[in-house]
């Protein structure tokens, strides 16, 4: 069996960093090149790490081939009030990987996007989430999983009050959701799922939402 080449973005985050413990101990991958800002404290024979500001990408010159891309990056209003800078990094930063992911042969990308992504929403987070879907599905990539959760649980390496106080309530939301798209998952469930998708990597555009997390 061909062990995967893997890129990921945002390996940082709380769904990005799950991801990666995943992807390190998988049978299936054989190494793991994460694009951060500053060197991961991590010491994993599978790991290559490039750093990089996003703004020059000849870091990723040295990569030979890609088999695998995950696209878990991400930032906040509170980190990124510039509406400019925010789709820059969500929708800029996310485009410009994956096409020259695929440009290394890369035919399977996984995006972590939002329950509600919707590129002609009025929200201003919804509508970036929903352009860069339809961005990342235009690219043509044989197999592209877009992943849509609601809450997610788990510590974040960030502070975000308000999303600690949700996540508190979940247990009460999630009881009138009845398992629907809505209700909230732990970052760790997520992750495990997407690298579950490697192996069964299904042809086509497919979105997948809470019921599915779990299937």
Sequence with gaps: MNKKQVLLLGATGLVG??????LLKSDLVGN???????????????????????????????????????????TTRKKTPDLVQYKAIDYGITMEV????????????????????????????????G?????????GFETCLIYRPSMLIGARNESRPAEKIGQLLTPVFDFFTFG????????????????????????????????DFNA
């Design 17 to 22: 960093s799950n991801v990666l413990s995943e």
């Design 32 to 74: 793991v090149t994460v694009l951060v800002r500053k060197p991961l404290a991590i010491s994993n024979s599978k790991l290559i790490q490039v750093v990089t500001d996003f703004s020059d990408w000849t870091a990723l010159d040295a990569l030979a081939s890609v088999d695998v891309l995950f696209c878990c990056i991400g």
């Design 98 to 129: 994956a096409r020259r992911a695929k440009q290394l042969g890369c035919q399977q990308i996984h995006l972590i996007s939002s329950v509600g992504a919707n590129a002609k929403s009025s929200n201003f987070y919804l509508k970036i989430k």
């Design 131 to 139: 352009e860069t879907e339809e961005g990342i599905q235009s690219l």
């Design 180 to 211: 629907g798209n809505y209700h909230s998952i732990r970052a760790t469930q997520l992750a495990q799922c997407m690298v579950r998708q490697v192996e069964i990597s299904k042809l086509g555009n497919h979105v997948l939402y809470y019921r």
